[in-house]
Structures are given as structure tokens and as C-alpha cells.
């Protein structure tokens, strides 16, 4: 792992370890697991995709919040996004995040910043018969805009995502071990999330996307896949996201993740594959 990569991921566990000490007895609403992770723009999920669940751990008279911090690096580029969740009475997540993504071969910077809302329209991933199902929006602000502008990109100052999930928790399915799955309807113009800006050439209209998680969990441990469809507004060839992951949570208040990715071609370059790292807590 690169220095700086360390760094920021052994001082952000120092942080939340200290805060999980403070937050001891916090929201704990939920099973161990069940709420997921905080996703790479700050939504309730796992590392790609936004689930159905909200960030925290709150019951439907809790407030919890979730810090966390992310790396990802790939062949000529590497992302840091970090952020904060809160989830209210197991009803509404509100979030912010914000995206460092390195471009080696130009050696520059592109941020943005995610503000997200979450509302939860039906059931429980848990207990509910039918699966649990909530709507949200994250709206980027691009705050490097010459090289989306550059690239023929649309709207190079901010766009919105719309979303609706839909995840469950089955539990016991699998050789008695619980299995959870998630799919998500993305409506987006975003480029490489939003980074090279929102529409182009090829497409100025929001489009469609598919993104589904699947995993198993083994009490403190869980592993599984994701898929997340992309758009190719700029007529570079956007791939499709995947990835495999393991995640391990400790106790209610803290998680772990590590996954390998395949992010395809970005930017016009190709075979864009490596490792991600994640640090959350939930208290």
C-alpha cells in the first residue's frame, strides 16, 4: 500500500477507535451487519453500490452517525472519499462526502462533494416479509471543472443521482449463515461519478443504471460481490463496475472492509484494476 494510503487509513482507525470508546453505548438497534457499510458517496450500502438500509444503527427512536474513510487505487489513479452519515429514527439518512481522485499521468487533482438524502418507504431488511425499499438523491458539486469541461462534458459544475433500493436479509438461507442481497435503479448523467462532469456528446439525458450487491454473513464476517452499470455520456468507453469484498466488524460500532476491483477503462484508459479500503463506524 503507498504511504500516503497508510497513513490516512491508520490515523482514521485511531480516530474512529477513540470515538467507538466514546460512543460505547449508542444506537445499537439493529443485528450485527445488517445496516451495511457507508458506500463511496457516503450513502448506506456496501462500496459501490447505495442499499436499501440506512447508514446507522438506530431504532425508530435513535439517532446514529457514521464517520468513515475510503481508498482506492488502480493502475493511473487513485481516489480518497471520506465523509459523515447521519440516520434518524430509522427513517431518513442524510449524508456528505467528499472525493480526492489523483490523475498520475497529469499529476493533478479533481474534487467534488456529495450531499445525499435517503428515505425509507417500506419495511425492514431484517423482519419484514417483503424486502426493505427507500428512495434517495446524492447531488455532486464538481469543484474542478476544467477537465470535464475540457472533455466535452455537458454540465461541469453539479448534477443529481436519483435512486430507489430494494435489500433483504435472509436469514439462515445458506447452510444456516444469513444471505443478503440489494439491487438499486439509478437515474444519472455523472461521468466517473461525477468527476468528469454530468452528460456529453454521446448523451445529455439521465439514463438508467443497474446496481445489485450479494453477500453471506458469518457473524463477524462478510464476503461477497457487486456489479454497478455506468452510462458513457463522453464516448470514452465507460465500463461497468465489479468487485469482490470481505468485510469484518468487530463488534456493532466499527467495520472493515477490503475488495478487489475491476473498474475497466476511465478516462480512456484501459484494464483499471486494484484494491479497495474502507474504515467505518456507527455509533
Given at each position: 500500500m503507498p504511504r500516503t494510503a497508510s497513513n490516512i487509513m491508520i490515523k482514521s482507525l485511531i480516530f474512529l477507535l477513540i470515538f467507538t470508546a466514546s460512543?460505547?453505548?449508542?444506537?445499537?438497534?439493529?443485528?450485527?451487519?445488517?445496516?451495511?457499510?457507508?458506500?463511496?458517496e457516503g450513502s448506506g450500502g456496501g462500496g459501490l453500490v447505495p442499499w436499501a438500509t440506512l447508514s446507522g444503527l438506530d431504532s425508530d427512536s435513535e439517532v446514529s452517525f457514521s464517520p468513515f474513510v475510503?481508498?482506492?487505487s488502480v493502475q493511473d489513479y487513485s481516489l480518497k472519499s471520506?465523509?459523515?452519515?447521519?440516520?434518524?429514527?430509522?427513517?431518513?439518512?442524510?449524508?456528505?462526502?467528499?472525493?480526492?481522485?489523483?490523475v498520475d499521468a497529469l499529476k493533478t487533482e479533481?474534487?467534488?462533494?456529495?450531499?445525499?438524502?435517503?428515505?425509507?418507504?417500506?419495511?425492514?431488511?431484517?423482519?419484514?416479509?417483503?424486502?426493505?425499499?427507500s428512495v434517495g438523491l446524492m447531488h455532486k458539486k464538481l469543484k474542478t471543472p476544467a477537465i470535464a469541461d475540457a472533455l466535452g462534458a455537458t454540465q461541469t459544475n453539479s448534477g443529481t443521482d436519483f435512486y430507489i433500493s430494494a435489500a433483504k436479509v435472509h436469514l439462515g438461507l445458506l447452510a444456516g449463515y444469513n444471505l443478503v442481497w440489494n439491487t438499486t435503479l439509478r437515474a444519472s448523467k455523472a461521468n466517473e461519478l461525477g468527476l468528469l462532469g454530468f452528460g456529453g456528446a454521446n448523451n445529455d439525458n439521465y439514463k438508467l443504471n443497474f446496481e445489485a450487491t450479494a453477500g453471506v454473513v458469518l457473524r463477524h464476517i462478510a464476503f461477497g460481490v457487486e456489479y454497478r452499470q455506468k452510462p458513457d455520456n463522453l464516448g470514452?468507453?465507460?465500463?461497468?463496475?465489479?468487485?469482490?469484498?470481505?468485510?469484518?466488524?468487530?463488534?456493532?460500532?466499527?467495520?472493515?472492509t477490503l475488495a478487489y476491483l475491476d473498474l475497466g477503462s476511465i478516462a480512456g484508459s484501459d484494464t483499471q484494476s486494484g484494491y479497495y479500503i474502507s474504515i467505518g463506524g456507527q455509533f
Open positions: 460512543f460505547a453505548y449508542g444506537a445499537d438497534g439493529k443485528l450485527l451487519g445488517t445496516s451495511g457499510l457507508v458506500q463511496i475510503s481508498y482506492v471520506y465523509g459523515i452519515s447521519g440516520s434518524f429514527y430509522d427513517q431518513l439518512e442524510v449524508s456528505i462526502n467528499r472525493h480526492e481522485f489523483e479533481l474534487k467534488q462533494d456529495i450531499y445525499g438524502v435517503k428515505y425509507r418507504v417500506y419495511g425492514d431488511i431484517v423482519y419484514s416479509k417483503w424486502p426493505q425499499i470514452l468507453n465507460e465500463d461497468d463496475w465489479m468487485d469482490v469484498f470481505i468485510s469484518y466488524f468487530p463488534n456493532k460500532h466499527i467495520s472493515l
